[in-house]
């Protein structure tokens, strides 16, 4: 399979020599990303059915007041900011397409057309190296287009990473692929720039 990473003319020749000599490539921050709703999902509560059945069958009377405040508002924002910033300190994310004509994405990703595009190998090892089961990193996942922000309690999304394979269906042009990494394994990282190294046939 082909795919692509635009990229912008901004700092030309450090983006250049990172890529084409350093062999770096830089992964994302969520909130770096351009969509203010992405990465974003509608949490309703905490706790789901099942856990909250569970804890009912160890027959402990509450008078309902542990489903209040694990469920309650205040709690839930406590939450909110918590997922907004592990999302952010711990892993990065690769944006990658297979497209390279396209004309919105030349505009938004590439500098209004004065940017370029890099084709991947995605056969490469370095897509095909998962590290981790859970979180999905190392390995190269297709992005969903939904119609719905995805919605729930917080205990019915089995990884944080699931989220981030799910966009606004008015992005499906893009028909995107996203790789993650735990940032704390980058090879180079300042100022909020984190580099991965890959090999060099991969491009």
Not at 100 to 129: P, Q, R
């Amino acid at each position: 399979m082909q795919i692509f990473k635009y990229i912008s003319d901004n700092n030309f020749q450090e983006l250049t020599k990172n890529i084409f000599v350093k062999n770096l490539i830089k992964f994302s921050k969520a909130k770096d990303f351009n969509d203010p709703f992405e990465l974003k999902p509608h949490f309703i509560g905490i706790i789901n059915d099942e856990l909250m059945k569970n804890f009912k069958s160890q027959n402990i009377n509450t008078n309902g007041l542990f489903e209040n405040i694990i469920n309650g508002k205040e709690i839930l924002n406590l939450v909110l900011n918590e997922f907004d910033r592990g999302i952010n300190e711990n892993f990065g994310i690769l944006s990658l397409t297979t497209k390279n004509d396209n004309l919105l994405m030349w505009s938004h990703y590439a500098n209004s057309h004065k940017g370029f595009v890099i084709e991947f190998n995605s056969n490469n090892d370095f897509f095909n190296t998962q590290i981790d089961i859970k979180f999905h990193y190392g390995k190269l996942h297709k992005v969903e287009y939904s119609e719905k922000r995805p919605t729930g309690k917080l205990a019915d999304f089995e990884d944080i990473t699931s989220v981030c394979l799910i966009k606004s269906i008015e992005w499906e042009y893009e028909n995107e692929y996203r790789m993650f990494m735990p940032l704390k394994k980058a090879d180079f990282s300042a100022n909020d720039l984190f580099l991965f190294n890959f090999p060099s046939e991969m491009i």
